[in-house]
């Protein structure tokens, strides 16, 4: 049988603080929320694994090491407001929760919104909810996010989104460039975003997030 519990101090000790997370809530947090709950229940086994974990065609939840510098990089505040996009079972939810005042998160997949659900509700997480929706529609009801967490690619950011950014407002996802990825973190100043690389990165491109093919006569 699985001690996750050893397996979750040695996924901080060997994948998150030997990549520069130093940041004591997000170590503490990852400490603290089994991952394992949120992976697929095939994989749970291997949740603590450093590489993503597939969650169907497409979709991946995030590996530890990723997940954790994203969030590091977005610098999240006790008094923020977070926006979980394509959360999948809803981890980074978990992890985002503890870290900010409230965290909505959105999925578009159904079974994913309702497993995430009862996920935070079975571990009384009480400062987070989940929507199902389109990731890349955002939450404008509920508008605007401090930060903003896309698990997984992109190849562009829809206007939706940056319109549920508050000014100062930060938004972390994996930039895509053809077979290349980086995480970028994009700051919005007096309406405008600005991007900032942060690290190299890969995951496959949420739908929603890819840019528009150009017609061609």
Not at 88 to 112: D, M, N, Q
Not at 143 to 166: D, I, K, S, T, Y
Not at 183 to 200: I, N
Request: net charge negative; charged share 25%.
């Amino acid at each position: 049988m699985t001690d996750y519990a050893a397996a979750r101090i040695a996924m901080v000790d060997r994948q998150v603080r030997p990549s520069d997370v130093t940041s004591y809530p997000i170590i503490e947090a990852m400490l603290e929320v089994p991952r394992e709950r949120f992976a697929p229940a095939a994989l749970r086994p291997v949740a603590y694994a450093g590489e993503h974990l597939p969650l169907g065609p497409g979709r991946v939840m995030l590996d530890p090491r990723t997940l954790a510098k994203m969030i590091d990089a977005l610098d999240p505040d006790p008094e923020d407001v977070a926006l979980d996009l394509a959360c999948g079972l809803g981890y980074s939810t978990a992890v985002l929760a503890r870290l900010t005042a409230w965290t909505t998160a959105v999925e578009a997949e159904p079974s994913l919104a309702k497993a995430a659900a009862a996920a935070l509700t079975e571990l009384e997480v009480d400062t987070a909810e989940v929507l199902e929706g389109e990731p890349a529609a955002g939450a404008a009801d509920v508008a605007p996010f401090n930060v903003m967490l896309l698990n997984g690619g992109a190849e562009e950011v829809p206007e939706a989104l940056a319109a549920q950014l508050a000014e100062g407002g930060r938004l972390a996802m994996i930039r895509l460039r053809g077979e290349h990825g980086r995480c970028e973190v994009l700051l919005k100043r007096d309406g405008a975003l600005s991007a900032r690389a942060v690290f190299d990165a890969y995951a496959p491109v949420v739908p929603g997030f890819a840019r528009a093919q150009a017609f061609e006569l």
